[in-house]
């Protein structure tokens, strides 16, 4: 069972990880808002980044709420591990 979540919780973090890269990616070229895939995108993404928002200030016209919500992520990750495996 240990093994089981383990694996299910690096696969979550892995996927959202990816999809916020995806998200930080799209952002430099022009998409159609209306495709669902990035429709979906957009909903996983979003609950993620919006907090993020609120709290840091763009720099310029550099949104670093992802590169955070990358790191805060991995570090919620790297605990939710550390606690399974004890």
Known sequence: MTSFLATFIDTF??????????????????VDPYNPLVQLLFQ???PILEPFRR???PIGMIDISPVVAIVVLQIVQQ???STLIR
């Open 13 to 30: 973090f892995f996927a959202l990880n990816l999809a916020i890269l995806a998200r930080i990616l799209l952002s430099w070229v022009q």
């Open 44 to 46: 996983v993404t979003e």
């Open 55 to 57: 709290i840091i200030p």
């Open 79 to 81: 605990v939710l591990m």
